[in-house]
Structure formats: structure tokens, C-alpha cells
């Protein structure tokens, strides 16, 4: 069959009728004039976005590198001391400490969290667990309550606080605990969510930071995965998260001193807390907002990328959409919320807010997001039907290859799926790319806060036909937006198969399977609802 000109979108061998040559002779028409220069101008947006990203990936591998050959480790730039016993002063000589554990209806996992806290080493006299439990389900409340008890009776100092309302989430339950009487007392507050498990050596090797560095004002630890394993799309996520850890975290530590709170394992200075205005639930990134707060009254803060807590990735495909909407819509309505305040401020080094509103927001909280989905997912795709646009190679190919590598070398076990995790990204970025308008717009589901499900060991006592009965319910996994932007891919690779030049199928063919994969929901863990 002979190849279609670039002057056609239709071959002329199809079979046809008025209706189809009335569309191909529109699309002729409008294709040149109008819809080529739109597209160009799309291409470059793109390309100037994938720089910035490219270029901010780039300056933080040269960072690490720097990091890594001189040894900047957290003990090194800042004095750390062990805490020794004092026989005059006796445990009055060691910090009082706060432990926080918020939670919600945490039936599977609530007994490891609390327990883990419990375990803390430290002198007893000198502690207080904070269970601050916002359940709606009196009997995971009753299971909660007698758990704290059971601890009492060990002799742990552990309190049991309750709300009648769930008012700012998580952020009204952290404000509401801060006001207790007891809490006073305290100097200083460890925040870990209810599927966290520190080491019982977590304050011994955080709290020396705030002891003997007065300017410091958060001790942030690296999380680590119990489930890592558990299926593709936990291992997709272990990749993400350990280059947000052992790069961007790291980096955010070493040159600024600043870097988002990631809302656990980490321990504030409790004066910091309340000079910054302590909690606020103005948007579903309350860490985040707390963090910049106190970046910009001049507090630092150290990450130690050693120092690992264990904590669970969401396996469920449907409470890993839910999170990733919070992660994203989020951080873009913080920027709006907070870009004049921070230019505005007094406190901070022009270079610091630089950092802060390009490095920290805009490229990798809007930028990052946006480009992925419209470049990758739509842009590059249209241009296959548009033969008039062309995208020059280092952009398509050379920038993603080297942004992709250089975050991947962040978990070299897995370089063998590198491929999945190039598509399963660019899905997830259509559900990033929709929460980063909502949030830049704050439109409908801007404030929406949905507890990450977790299911600790629940999978284990599930027999096989459960999981049988679950799987059979194909209409409750599916997802119309994956589906749709399937389609929208098949048809353009089958269109650059039959009559491109470019060779871009073999990428949209793999990009299609993906989005129908995890449009069908056929990814992450199946979990019986009976």
C-alpha cells in the first residue's frame, strides 16, 4: 500500500463516505494554519521546561558528587555529641521528649506504631507518648485505647487523646495535642505516622542536633520500605522515593540547610514549632507548610540519611492515586499561598529564596509534574499527526535519558525495571499534572484528605478465595482518564506505524500498555472488600 504525504491524514485506499472526507478536509485545512503553530508552540514550552528540570537534576547529582567525595556527613557540619549520664543532675540532664503517633482508623497497623514508639529508648521519667487517635470506628477506638493501656501498665508514660471532630486532619489532631498541659514541659517533639517503626536508638542519635546546634530546628531520618517487595508497583515507588531521600533531601541539607518536612520520623524543636506558627491545615501538605514557616525565621534543619525508619509503601493502586493527589495538589497551593511571603521576607538570603521558589517549588512541584504528562503523554504523541512539527532528538530522546538515569541511580537494585518505571511514571504524571492545577487554581478537590490505607499484615490472613471473589469485580477497578489516554496513544502509534517516519510507535505502543494496565487496574495489591 502506498505511504500517505504529509499533505493527508486519511489514506486514500480506506474505504470512505462524505462524512469522513468532510473531516480529513477540515483537518487539511485547519492543520497548517492553526493547529501546527499551536503544536510548536507546545513543543517549545515543553523543551524549556524539560531544561529546567534537566538542568536541576543536574546541579543536584553535582552536589551529591561533592557531598560523597568530601565527606559533608550531618555529624561533620554540625556538633554532635552523645548525651552522657550526669550523677549530680541525674535524668534532669536529658531533654524532655514528645512523642507524637496521629492516627485513623488504623486497625492493621496501629499495635506496631504504638509499640515502636513505646520502645523508644529513653529515660522513662523524661518521655511522654501522644496517641493522638482520630478514628471514627468505635471498635478500632476501643482496640487503640486498650493497647495505650496496656503499655500504662508497663510503666510507659502514654496519653490517649481524642476529638469529637476531625477538623484539619491530621494537622488540627498535631495542634490539638501541642495543647495539652503536659506537652509544656517539653522541648522537643517526635511526629511518626501510624504504620512508622523507629529503631529503639532514633533520639539518641537525632536529639544531640538540637542539644548542641541552638540554630537547628528539625532532625529529619530517611524512611525505609517493609514492603518494598510486595509487587511491581511498590518497587516503582521505592525508586521515586529513595532518589527524593538520598538526593533531593539531601541536597536541600547540605547547601540551604532547608528541605520539606516529610510529616514523620522527624523531631522539631518545639520553640521553632510555635515561632513559626505552629500547625496549620490550610492546605493537605501541613509539614511542608510548617517547614518553609520556619526556613524563612531563619531556622536550619539536617537530614540524616543514615538513621532509616521503617514505614510501609501503599499497595493498593487506589491509595497510591489518593496520596499522590495530597503530594501534588498540595505543594502547588502552598506555592500560591506562600510565593509573595517568602519574597517578601527579611530573614533569608535572596540566593536561599531563589532555592526555595525555582529550585524547591516550581520545578519540582509544578514543573516536574506538568512536563512529564504534556510532553511525554500528549505533545510528542500529537506530533506524529502533525508531520509539519518535528521534535528535535535531544529533547525526545538525550534530556529524558539522562534525567531518568540520573534517578535511577538511586536504587541500583532495580536498574533492570528502569522501562516500567519510565511508564508508570508518565501514568501517574496525568493524576500529578491534574492535582498541580487544582492546587495552583484551587479548584474542587484542593483541601480533599483521604488517610493512606495501610494494610500491614492483613494480606497474610486472606484465604485464596477472597482474593478470587475480589478480582472478578473488573467494574470497580476501572479508570476512565487511564482508559482514555490509552486510546489516545494506540491510535497515534498505530498512525505513526502505518504512516510516520519517526519511529515513535514503539514508545507509544509501550505507553498505551501501560495506561490500559493500570486502567483495567490490573497493578499494585487486589484486596478483598469481604
Known amino acids: 500500500m502506498d505511504r500517505l504525504s504529509s499533505a493527508n491524514l486519511l489514506p486514500e485506499s480506506f474505504p470512505s463516505n462524505d462524512m469522513t472526507e468532510q473531516l480529513a478536509l477540515i483537518w487539511r485545512q485547519m492543520r497548517a494554519p492553526i493547529i501546527a503553530p499551536l503544536l510548536r508552540f507546545a513543543v517549545g514550552i515543553c523543551l524549556i521546561m524539560s531544561l529546567m528540570l534537566f538542568f536541576e537534576r543536574v546541579y543536584m547529582a553535582v552536589v551529591i558528587v561533592l557531598v560523597k567525595l568530601f565527606g559533608k556527613r550531618p555529624e561533620k557540619r554540625y556538633k554532635w555529641e552523645p548525651i552522657r549520664d550526669d550523677i549530680e543532675l541525674g535524668n534532669s540532664a536529658y531533654p524532655m521528649v514528645l512523642v507524637q503517633v496521629p492516627m485513623y482508623n488504623e486497625r492493621e497497623v496501629y499495635q506496631l506504631s504504638i509499640g515502636a514508639a513505646c520502645g523508644l529508648s529513653w529515660p522513662s521519667d523524661r518521655i511522654i507518648i501522644q496517641v493522638l487517635d482520630d478514628s471514627t470506628d468505635p471498635a478500632i477506638k476501643e482496640l487503640v485505647t486498650m493497647e495505650c493501656q496496656r503499655w500504662a501498665s508497663k510503666g510507659i508514660n502514654i496519653k490517649y487523646e481524642i476529638r469529637d471532630n476531625r477538623n484539619g486532619y491530621k494537622a488540627g489532631a498535631l495542634k490539638e495535642g501541642m495543647k495539652r498541659s503536659y506537652v509544656k514541659d517539653c522541648d522537643y517533639v517526635a511526629i511518626f505516622d501510624a504504620d512508622f517503626q523507629p529503631e529503639p536508638d532514633y533520639l539518641w542519635r537525632t536529639i544531640p542536633f538540637l542539644m548542641h546546634n541552638p540554630e537547628v530546628a528539625l532532625v529529619q531520618a530517611r524512611w525505609k520500605f517493609v514492603n518494598s517487595d510486595e509487587c511491581l508497583m511498590t518497587r516503582m515507588q521505592e525508586m521515586s522515593l529513595d532518589y527524593h531521600f538520598t538526593v533531593e533531601q539531601e541536597v536541600g541539607s547540605s547547601t540551604h540547610a532547608f528541605f520539606g518536612f516529610n510529616g514523620t520520623a522527624g523531631v522539631w524543636r518545639i520553640n521553632a514549632l510555635n515561632e513559626a506558627g505552629g500547625w496549620k491545615d490550610r492546605t493537605t501538605v501541613e509539614d511542608m507548610d510548617l517547614a518553609v514557616r520556619a526556613s524563612l525565621k531563619g531556622w536550619k534543619f539536617v537530614f540524616v540519611g543514615d538513621l532509616k525508619v521503617k514505614n510501609e509503601l501503599p499497595s493498593t ?74 521534535v528535535p532528538k535531544w529533547g525526545a530522546v538525550y534530556i529524558p535519558s539522562i534525567i531518568t538515569l540520573l534517578n535511577a541511580v538511586s536504587t541500583p537494585k532495580s536498574l533492570h525495571l528502569l522501562v516500567f518505571w519510565i511508564l508508570f511514571e508518565n501514568v501517574m504524571s496525568l493524576h500529578r499534572t491534574k492535582a498541580t492545577i487544582i492546587g495552583l487554581l484551587e479548584a474542587g478537590r484542593v483541601n480533599e484528605w483521604v488517610v493512606t490505607e495501610k494494610l500491614g499484615d492483613a494480606m497474610k490472613h486472606k484465604s485464596g478465595k477472597q482474593m478470587k471473589k475480589s478480582r472478578s469485580r473488573i467494574g470497580e477497578r476501572l479508570h476512565v482518564l487511564e482508559l482514555l489516554a490509552g486510546i489516545y496513544l494506540f491510535f497515534c502509534a498505530s498512525y505513526d506505524l502505518a504512516f510516520g517516519k519517526n519511529h515513535f510507535y514503539i514508545y507509544l505502543y509501550l505507553q498505551a500498555a501501560a495506561f490500559f494496565v493500570m486502567g483495567f487496574g490490573y497493578i499494585g495489591t487486589f484486596v478483598p472488600t469481604s
Open 317 to 390: 493502586f487506589k491509595a497510591y492515586r489518593y496520596q499522590q493527589h495530597r503530594w501534588s495538589c498540595g505543594p502547588a497551593n502552598l506555592f500560591r499561598k506562600m510565593v509573595m511571603e517568602i519574597l517578601r521576607n527579611k530573614k533569608v538570603t535572596a540566593w536561599k529564596k531563589f532555592h526555595v521558589i525555582y529550585g524547591f517549588f516550581f520545578v519540582r512541584k509544578i514543573v516536574a509534574h506538568i512536563v512529564t504528562f504534556l510532553f511525554y503523554c500528549v505533545v510528542i504523541p500529537a506530533t506524529v499527526l502533525v508531520p509539519e512539527v518535528q
